[in-house]
């Protein structure tokens, strides 16, 4: 049982935390806080660093972090997003929820930096919050990182019927296979396929953000310029579900709601922080980089969808779940370029399988972690000799056997069952993240210590965490709006934006009650353990870039 001690503010008698419950009680008088942190105390846990490889290099992290932010959404679900906001709508849209993905990551980063544990904001919330929401959340994240295994495999078969129709549960025994594979070999694996798919996948934004700006401009030959011409005739907005002012603000309320799900997985850029070289310099630099790559990738690919395609086209309400729903192929279609469909199949079919094995990564180390708190059986902790939690590996690659519900339902359909259980809890982690990062700053208030003492800081993100948290809370419980519009009514919608919310409800109050915790006292929040332990095992400090290596700026 984890006891971590430090100085109560009242009576200066030293108090002995219980980071199991929450509880703490005194256990003598003491006038400093102990100089050294005691054998059994630990921040980062013996089975973390005895059974685990610190495979993951910088590099890694870096792209891992930019693969979570690119998701399959920032190319099939573009021409969704034009039609019911309008271009305009849609790119102040993306950028509000990118300002609130950037203050959810340097929130991370800045928790990360301090408590760089496998499991990420689930077991942050127990160290500064309370156990029962680390059980809650961690569990919430473990079911909807196993069910998103099964969903992407079913959207990575939809992405191979682009080519052909043939042997579908081939192709979904390949993916389970692949996905076993890279998830059950070295971490150093793992980090090398997302590299490589983060690669690809940086490489066709920029590929297809200088298509369209060429297109735009006229310089295919036959193709005339269109400049702004579809902001100004449809217009920058479109009135969505009623019309006037409210309508079109509808269309940008709709259209950010649908944007967070773009976004998911940026959180789990720390969730193998045990396995991360230098993760107290590591992690903090990813999540930096999200302002970059959210304002370059995702604000230049809305706008160029803007100028490219007219938010009244027709052909914007074909959905076949494949690159031909994309704004960007239609554009190039109608421009006469004839291999940008099947380029950007590939890479959506790499974005699908990428999305796969970062569930598999969140699921199976945050299942790893609550079994480290003895919130999950022990049995999930065994590890095979080079680091890998294997009994959460299998467990999620037989639940990913869900995907060959697709051979009798049809493929897009199961996805969206199984999206459809799942989709609010991005917005329950980031809340999390938001609230574990204030929950800090009070901490660090209410015991004299100061900011600067932390591995990684800034002086203005306790008000983007609060920024974030309120946005975060306004998009969960405004999620479904529009089922609540008189005509509208539908229960898969209706259970997709608010399932989450009652379960995780649930699971708090079910460990509350037969743990007994209490949300901990913020004098009771480990920091300075937390601060010791960095004494006692510093990192090597990462050398500056120079150079040519200076103008490296994905994972420099």
């Not at 006891?3 to 005194?26: F, I, P, R």
Request: proline share 4%.
């Amino acid at each position: 049982m984890a006891e971590v001690e430090h100085n109560s503010s009242q009576d200066g008698g030293l108090q002995n935390v219980d980071l199991e419950t929450g509880k703490s009680a005194s256990i003598g008088s003491a006038t400093s806080i102990r100089s050294q942190v005691p054998g059994d105390i630990r921040i980062v846990e013996l089975n973390e660093q005895r059974d685990l490889s610190r495979s993951l290099k910088e590099r890694h992290i870096q792209m891992i972090a930019l693969a979570g932010a690119i998701g399959t959404g920032l190319f099939l679900s573009l021409g969704g997003a034009l039609q019911t906001a309008g271009p305009l709508g849609a790119l102040l849209a993306y950028a509000l929820v990118g300002a609130v993905v950037c203050s959810v990551q340097f929130a991370l980063g800045e928790v990360s930096a301090l408590f760089p544990v496998t499991g990420s904001f689930v077991r942050h919330a127990e160290f500064l919050v309370d156990p029962a929401l680390g059980f809650a959340v961690g569990w919430n994240v473990v079911y909807g990182a196993y069910l998103s295994g099964p969903a992407e495999i079913s959207a990575a078969l939809v992405l191979i019927q682009f080519w052909t129709d043939k042997y579908p549960a081939l192709w979904i025994t390949l993916f389970i296979i692949i996905g076993f594979l890279v998830g059950i070999v070295f971490i150093g694996v793992y980090g090398e396929v997302e590299f490589t798919f983060a690669l690809l996948k940086i490489l066709l934004i920029i590929g297809i953000v200088l298509m369209g700006i060429i297109i735009d401009l006229g310089g295919v030959p036959g193709q005339e310029r269109l400049g702004f011409r579809y902001w100004k005739k449809p217009g920058p907005f479109v009135e969505y579900l009623t019309t006037g002012a409210w309508g079109r603000f509808l269309g940008f309320w709709a259209v950010m709601n649908r944007a967070v799900y773009s976004f998911s997985g940026v959180e789990s850029v720390s969730v193998a922080a045990a396995e991360t070289q230098n993760p107290r310099q590591n992690i903090p630099r990813a999540c930096k980089r999200v302002f970059a790559r959210v304002s370059i990738f995702y604000i230049l690919a809305v706008l160029v969808v803007g100028v490219l395609v007219p938010s009244n086209d027709p052909a914007l309400n074909d959905d076949f779940g494949n690159a031909s729903t994309s704004p960007f192929v239609l554009a190039a279609t109608r421009a006469g370029i004839k291999a940008v469909p099947s380029i950007i199949n590939a890479v959506v079919l790499t974005s699908a399988w990428s999305a796969g094995n970062q569930a598999m990564l969140a699921g199976t180390r945050i299942l790893y972690g609550l079994a480290l708190k003895r919130q999950a059986p022990g049995i999930f902790l065994k590890t095979t000799k080079w680091g890998i939690p294997w009994v959460c590996v299998v467990l999620q690659t037989l639940i990913s056997t869900l995907a060959y519900m697709a051979l009798s339902e049809g493929a897009l359909t199961v996805f969206f069952w199984f999206l459809m259980l799942t989709s609010a809890g991005v917005l329950i982690s980031w809340s999390v993240i938001a609230f574990n990062h204030i929950r800090l700053h009070q901490a660090l208030k209410a015991q004299g210590i100061s900011r600067t003492e932390l591995p990684w800081s800034h002086s203005w993100t306790i008000y983007s965490s609060w920024f974030a948290l309120i946005a975060c809370i306004l998009f969960l419980f405004t999620g479904g709006f529009t089922v609540l519009v008189k005509g509208h009514w539908d229960v898969g919608n209706f259970i997709s934006a608010y399932l989450d919310i009652p379960i995780v409800i649930t699971l708090y109050t079910l460990w509350k009650l037969f743990k007994k915790t209490k949300l901990l006292s913020l004098h009771d929040i480990p920091i300075r353990a937390a601060l010791e332990e960095i004494r006692q095992n510093p990192e090597q400090k990462i050398p500056e870039a120079r150079g040519w290596r200076r103008l490296n700026i994905l994972w420099g």
